[in-house]
């Protein structure tokens, strides 16, 4: 393999923004923003497990820096009048997340919020869980302003180069092996 270009790799300066994840998804229900991969179709389709979705809304909670999304704004004039005008490179997976909490679909556990928060529960096998609709106003409202993800916003004019960010931010770090999140598991509990 080569890593030789024919010409200069050229900057793309992309534009760094923060948003809230609920103004996101807000645009991803009104049509302006797509995730699929028929849109974006370097990309995979979902794949988190319930797991991961829950364990990332713990990420919002706690504060925990949630990379960046990044999406691409498509030129209106090659757009079809019902195309989105923004897609998302990389990020499709929490976006898809944070839908589903939006959406009522997608349960964490009621010990998560301050009681004051909660409304009601539902009993699983793991105890009470709350959406986010068996929250207060307040809870949901505390959630929201607690979520805001980093941005970055690309221009470019091809899906090709969609591709490039996508593969340059996906394709070249080392995979966590299951015995490294194994051993900062035990770490975290005190073992």
Known sequence: MTHQT???????????????????IHMHNAGDLAW???????????????????????SGLAG???PAIII????????????????????????????????????VPASWWQPDFVEGTRETDDGPYVTISDLTLVGRRYFGHRVILP???????????????YLRVNGYGTVQSDDDLDNAARIAAGE
């Open 6 to 24: 024919t010409a200069p790799i050229e900057h793309m300066s992309l534009q760094q923004t923060a948003r809230s994840a609920e103004s996101l």
């Open 64 to 66: 925990i820096p949630i």
């Open 151 to 165: 941005v970055a916003e690309a221009s470019v004019p091809t899906i090709q180069e969609e591709a490039e960010i």
């Open 72 to 107: 691409n704004r498509r030129d209106w004039a090659k757009c079809g009048p019902d195309d989105p005008y923004y897609v998302v490179i990389d990020g499709q997976q929490r976006l898809r997340t944070f839908a589903a909490w939006y959406a009522g679909e997608l349960a």
């Open 36 to 58: 699929d991969p028929p849109h974006a179709p370097y990309q995979r389709g979902a794949v988190w497990t319930r797991d991961q979705q829950v364990q990332l809304i713990a």
